[in-house]
């Protein structure tokens, strides 16, 4: 994919600032080779603990962490840690809002060869439903190193969404990370491409493809879903007209329900989301093509885009 693997950089990114900040604690339910916390745990073995094969208990032992003025990194698979410990995480990070960081890797469908049982569709619905939670989703990997020091240094909940493999290299070093922040990647006039993850290098290439047919797409990466930077997408609906959501998640409850949400708030327009389409993914020989395969492809978001662009000029000729 042209970077290192979301995990990699990751991986690398939390060991690289355990330097700096002795506050910071990284634990793992016996899964630190997949996620990569391992380098974390090969630099500083006294400031790593492997729980074990129990999701709920780490996030418990975070908080205690968290509240003996810790800075605790609890990683985990997005689909296990969303559904094992969702209780401890509504009750005891988000109703307390203890200090405690929550790294999802393997999210969306990039666990892909171990089926819908290992892939994480509907975790960024439940998180941003708690109160009190963050909910931060990387393009690419240089991206996802760049959130490491910004996420310990904020003082609450965060839920950090990690892709296990590679993405399409998105993210410019000198554009500024803040949270609840959006970035437009893109301009463009005739409908907008809001994408989060793995699918904001596809909106790129989609865009282009728009270019060739004569739309002018506008891309904006919403790397936090929460708290979603509703003035951003007000601003792009007051602008272009349309819009398509587009993200490796389903399609109820994540980026497209949030953007319909805000749109609903603040500016109705038309709306396309890209994403799983209210079912499960299945296996196959590799990420890309999987995603290819239920309906998160470039060709995808550039139908959305033109349907959301027909909609748009339809709404203002009965106007």
């Known amino acids: 994919m042209g970077e290192l693997a979301m995990r990699e950089a990751y991986g690398r990114a939390l060991a690289e600032y355990g330097t ?18 391992c380098y974390f745990a090969q630099r500083f073995p006294e400031r790593f603990f492997n729980v ?42 988000c109703y307390a809002r203890t200090n405690v960081k929550l790294v999802a890797g393997y999210a969306g469908v990039s666990d892909y060869k171990d089926g819908p049982t290992h892939h994480a569709i509907t975790d960024i619905a439940t998180m941003r439903a708690l109160p ?11 991206e996802a190193a760049r959130w490491v020091p910004i996420i310990a240094e904020y003082d609450g909940p965060v839920y950090l969404r990690i892709n296990r493999a590679g993405a399409l290299p998105t993210h410019n070093a000198g554009l500024p990370l803040q949270i609840g922040k959006g970035l437009t990647l893109r301009p463009g006039r005739d409908v907008t491409i809001v994408a989060a993850g793995t699918l904001v290098g596809r909106s790129l290439l989609a865009a282009e493809e728009l270019a060739a047919l004569g739309l002018d797409a506008r891309v904006i990466e919403m790397h936090t879903i929460k708290p979603l930077d509703v003035e951003l997408v007000a601003q792009a609906a007051e ?38 389409r209210d079912t499960f993914a299945r296996t196959a020989p590799d990420p890309e093509s999987l995603m290819d395969a239920f309906g998160m492809g470039v060709a995808d978001i550039v139908a959305a885009a033109r349907r959301a662009a027909a909609r748009c000029a339809a709404a203002r000729k009965r106007k």
């Open 20 to 37: 700096s900040n002795p506050k910071l604690v990284v634990l793992d339910p016996d899964t630190s080779s997949s996620t990569l916390s």
């Open 52 to 93: 074990g094969i129990a999701e709920p208990c780490m996030v418990d032992i975070a908080v205690g962490l968290a509240l003996a003025g810790k800075v605790p990194f609890a990683n985990a698979f997005a689909a296990l840690l969303s559904f094992r410990a969702m209780e401890q995480i509504r009750t005891c990070v």
């Open 132 to 142: 009190e939670m963050t909910v931060i989703v990387p393009g690419d990997g240089a």
């Open 239 to 276: 602008e272009t007209g349309a819009l398509v959501s587009a993200e490796e998640h389903s399609i109820v409850g994540g980026l497209g329900s949030a953007l319909a949400e805000a749109l609903a708030d603040c500016h109705p327009a038309p709306l396309e989301r890209v994403g799983l």
